[in-house]
């Protein structure tokens, strides 16, 4: 036998591709090749490899070595195919037996250690939905590969262990070796630190109401007002206010965080939205995704299903916001590289804060603030307008008065608001469904002057508004649909009258700046 | 003589002892030129075949196959025409062998052969 065969999986992007390997021993000077575009850590494979054997008590043969990579057009990177190019070699030499159907997916220590690598999730998935069901990991990778439906996870410490299970002399393995476990990483930490709740914000009872309505209709956000108001501190508390994610959102979210994270310790899925808060220096590539070769996801997607804040929102790149409407559009991010196209999902919340002023003081009646009218307006409009446009809530928040201040407590608490958030999420999804939508962000504007329609006599104070041209026929749409979130919070079937009011006051910096 | 160099002798008797017992004529020993040194010079049918020996006491430092690597390989191509050169023949069927002895000088001596590398 000269020829082994194993199975691995290559990822692009988050799609994952199964990969044939093939090892054939030459009968000639020893050498170690590998083919099917391996990139330059894949290459290091074959010196972890030849140590991890040996170190093993199963050295490699002293031939010419050669490892295929198949299907070869496709580039394959990292260190994940390690494990299955050394069991190939390992067959080819008849040191163990076929493994069949098997996909192996680990990097090798030089010790002969299993260890874990990134993407584990969205390997193992596209694995089991090619057919390939046996996975073979590890041992710290292996709940995380274990979180799929359908998959059957071995997980081992070391290449001797793993090769004794396939039928390898007992007696020349270094069984003995037991390396320590990986130290728990991340999980203790977040479960140790209190989400913020909404009982701490005092006052700001618009605001509030605000975040509310955002949670509970999926409204993209605008926050605007002088430092300290407390936008940040509304903005970290929307999250909270979300319900918990379903079991196919929760495997998208942890498929991107297990491509993200360099020590995957994922040992259960993500059921919380993501909260994602870039800094505003961020370039493009940081919020959209990319880097050399293959490009790999950013704050945007990792946002997917949860909220992306973006603070000082006029701060950032003028090119790194507008860059954010293709996915707010489609709910995808389709970025191209050399190395090839990778798409990630980005179906996130936005949420902006931006002061009114680059001095921060054009609140009230702005006699403070030093700066001119022009730059005040050029300061706003750096958020250009087809990207508000997308943003159904634009609301002013000002700094907290001494009396609300004052008189903490006795704010309603996340849970209680949470609990609101979640009927009118369930009330959304019973309408929304048969016209297949969730929530009501979603509803575009020839449904709800159709399907949804409302009687004259409830929205005249909206159809006299356009009339005066006071509102366009894009706010008009986004007033209807706050409306409708607004009545689902109020558990009433058609928004009346006063959601329409209440709608129109949620949209005061519209029609201040646009 | 030193010690290893006692042990490379021994290695190439044993090679050459080996490549007779295959039915090859040996032509010609350790043949020396300004480029170098050709351990077995022996012809196997038609063909000649330029032979390196490489002798280990043990696999400590590595098979003795790694220490033949591409430049020496190229080497022994090249000695192989020069030797034709020297000697006026043509010889349009060549070979580089190269022999791997490993011999702690308790056991008896293993030996492995790969033809016609590089």
Redesign the interface.
Known sequence: MALGRTYSVALVGLNGYIVEVEADIG????AFVILGLPDASLNEAKERIRSAAHNSGIPLS??KITANLIPASLPKRGSGFDLAIAMATLRAADDIRATGRTVFIAELGLDGQLRPVRGMLPAVMSAVQAGYTDVVVAQANAAEAALVPGARVRGYKTLARLAFDFGADPQELALDFEPDDEPAGDDSEAVGVAAPDMCDVSGQGDARRALEVAAAGAHHLLLTGPPGAGKTMLAERLPGLLPDLGDTEAMEVTAIHSLCQLRSSSLQLVRRPPFENPHHTATSAAIIGGGSGLPRPGAASRAHRGILFLDEAPEYERRVLDALRQPLESGELVIHRSAGTAAYPARFQLVLAANPCPCGKASGKGVECTCTPTMRRRYLARMSGPLLDRVDIQLQVDRVSLADFGQSGGEEDTATVGGRVLAARARQLERLRPLGMETNSQVPGRVLRGDLRLVPATTRILDHSLERGVLTARGYDRVLRLAWTLADLGSRDQPDANDIGQALSLRQVASAAA | MKAKDLLGRRGEELAAEYLESLGMLIVERNWRCPDGEIDIVALDGDALVIAEVKTRRSLAYGHPFEAVGSDKLARLHRLGSAWCRDHELRMPLRRVDVIAVLDDGVCVPTLEHLKGVG
């Open positions: 009968q000639t000077l020893p002293r031939r």
